[in-house]
């Protein structure tokens, strides 16, 4: 019982909380089972990674991953309140935008890819984001599909899918605002 009210506190600091007089007026007669609690193993269990199927883009250009965050609270001083990385996955070498809206991604992205399939003589050939309807449909969607580009989406709340840009994005943020600050 104290386990759970102390918000699944571990069972050796709830003994110790009881027995050596941390907490006023609390006595506690009795004995400490070791009880597995469900909640507990369910939430300890680590995550498996995922099969990448070790795949990775073997020229530049081949595939880009792309994420949008925001909007943020603060604006920055030219009024941004999101940004959007680009990393192409074979040279890791990575574009960002400080944007105003979600509808500024698309001509970003068209200027990004431009500058890709110039400096490499390839097209792009795959993009890998999570399912954001900024990204995956209107202008940018149709974009992509009538230039070819596979779209690989990953599943929803499954941020390792995307690790490249997810990776890049904890990198960029500062300590204070990575928490629940992104989409």
């Not at 506190?9 to 004995?31: N, W």
């Not at 990674?49 to 030219?78: Q, V």
């Not at 996955?89 to 979600?102: G, M, P, Q, V």
């Not at 840009?165 to 904890?170: F, K, P, Q, R």
Request: a negative charge.
């Amino acid at each position: 019982m104290w386990h759970h009210r102390l918000g699944h506190l571990g069972q050796d600091a709830v003994r110790a909380l009881l027995t050596k007089d941390y907490a006023a007026s609390v006595s506690f007669v009795g004995s400490f089972d070791k009880v597995h609690c469900v909640p507990c193993l369910v939430g300890k269990d680590p995550q498996q990674p995922y099969a990448h199927n070790a795949h990775r883009a073997s020229a530049i250009a081949e595939l880009l991953h792309l994420d949008i965050c925001g909007p943020y609270p603060i604006e920055t001083p030219g009024g941004n309140r999101y940004f959007f990385p680009i990393l192409d996955d074979r040279s890791n070498f990575s574009f960002t935008a400080l944007l105003h809206a979600w509808s500024d991604v698309f001509p970003f992205y068209q200027t990004t890819e431009a500058y890709l399939e110039h400096i490499s003589g390839l097209r792009v050939r795959a993009v890998r984001m999570d399912g954001a309807l900024e990204l995956t449909s209107g202008d940018m969607g149709a974009h992509l599909k009538s230039h070819g580009i596979a779209v690989q989406k990953t599943a929803p709340y499954a941020h390792s899918q995307n690790g490249k840009a997810e990776c890049y994005i904890l990198l960029e943020l500062p300590l204070g605002n990575r928490a629940g600050s992104m989409l």
